[in-house]
């Protein structure tokens, strides 16, 4: 059973930076990665994925160009950097991880995090 367990969240003000890590129990070297957030009154949203390989990288388009996702398999860690944060970007963010190896990275995540909350404002 994998555990996940996020960190990095917290408030900043508008056009401010946090990064999200995602810590694994085990090794990820076989698992893409997504990384999802669920506003208050909101349906869940996917922010970005990665594939295992690290090849594959996908976005929303609500933070392409802000947002960026990076693996570190030595360490079993995900992380989520976020640039140029909007009030738009406050919610629980969580990763989730399954063990797939091929070249995508949106999958049916089977495991997942307990979140942490990011908040922007001023």
């Known amino acids: 059973q994998l555990q996940l367990v996020e960190s990095g969240g917290g408030l900043v003000q508008p056009g401010g930076s946090l990064r999200l890590s995602c810590a694994a129990s085990?090794?990820?070297?076989?698992?893409?990665i997504g990384w999802f957030r669920q506003a208050p009154g909101k349906e869940r949203e996917g922010v970005s994925c990665?594939?295992?390989?690290?090849?594959?990288?996908d976005y929303a388009d609500s933070v392409k160009g802000r947002f960026s996702i990076s693996r570190d398999n030595a360490k079993n860690t995900v992380y989520l950097q976020m640039n140029s944060l909007k009030p738009e970007d406050t919610a629980i963010y969580y990763c989730?991880?399954?063990?797939?190896?091929?070249?995508?990275?949106?999958?049916?995540?089977?495991?997942r995090g307990q979140g942490t909350q990011v908040t922007v404002s001023s």
């Open positions: 085990g090794s990820l070297d076989y698992y893409a």
């Open positions: 989730a991880a399954t063990y797939y190896s091929g070249p995508y990275c949106w999958r049916d995540y089977v495991y």
């Open positions: 990665i594939s295992s390989s690290g090849g594959r990288i």
